[in-house]
């Protein structure tokens, strides 16, 4: 099989993924900036990771917030946060990211983390010009509907990028039912975190790095 096209998953597969603590901490300030000092630590992990519309809801209840006024300011503390840990050099490109320079084919990224926060790590490292779109998250509860495994925003990526035939890469099982719900391949990329990781999906390619799309596409 070859592909004219490449998508990729942003965190854990281009760059590293953000340590759970500095998330935790900036979903705290959000709370803060609505006079709630002392959140419950549920509460807290609730609005980190894995957040729903519904969930949003009634957390926000709980503390007499307005759930479109949280969710903006929780992204927004979120993107701060993460261009903090670029900065510091302490969220880098992976290594072997500049293989992607001689892959011949068009390439993308669908993130579910922030669209700022994309857009900072893209400008940051100046590796926009690799890739002819790049879609992260909107600051709205909406967009929370539309994370992978929905395809929906690997669907716009591949109408940005005239794809016929299509591979999304990923380090989360999240993307391999993505690129399901979109119809087409996968390869799950087997970083550091991702070693021994048993998966309960199949995707079409497991591989260890980014060069090895070298053989797959061409």
């Given at each position: 099989?070859?592909?004219?096209?490449?998508?990729?998953?942003?965190?854990?597969?281009?760059?590293?993924?953000?340590?759970?603590?500095?998330?935790?901490?900036?979903?705290?300030e959000t709370f803060n900036r609505f006079d709630v000092e002392d959140p419950d630590p549920e509460d807290v992990e609730a609005m980190t990771i894995g957040a729903t519309p519904k969930t949003v809801g009634d957390v926000c209840s709980r503390y007499g917030i307005s759930p479109k006024d949280f969710w903006p300011e929780r992204d927004k503390a979120l993107t701060e946060a993460q261009r903090d840990e670029v900065r510091e050099g302490r969220k880098t490109l992976y290594d072997d990211l500049d293989t992607l320079e001689t892959l011949d084919v068009n390439m993308g990224i669908v993130s579910s983390n922030q669209q700022a926060t994309v857009d900072f790590v893209l400008d940051h490292f100046g590796v926009r010009d690799l890739f002819g779109t790049a879609y992260g998250r909107e600051p709205t509860i909406q967009s929370l509907e539309r994370r992978k495994p929905?395809?929906?925003?690997?669907?716009?990526?591949?109408?940005?990028?005239?794809a016929d035939t299509a591979l999304f890469v990923?380090?989360?099982?999240?993307?391999?039912?993505?690129?399901?719900?979109?119809?087409i391949d996968s390869a799950f990329i087997r970083r550091p975190h991702r070693e021994s990781w048993e998966l309960n999906v199949w995707p079409t390619w497991d591989i260890d790095c980014l060069s090895d799309l070298h053989d797959i596409c061409e």
């Open positions: 099989m070859t592909y004219d096209t490449v998508v990729f998953d942003n965190d854990g597969v281009l760059v590293g993924r953000t340590r759970y603590d500095v998330l935790e901490r900036a979903t705290e929905n395809s929906h925003y690997i669907d716009r990526a591949l109408a940005d990028l005239d990923g380090d989360n099982e999240s993307d391999i039912r993505a690129a399901e719900n979109a119809g």
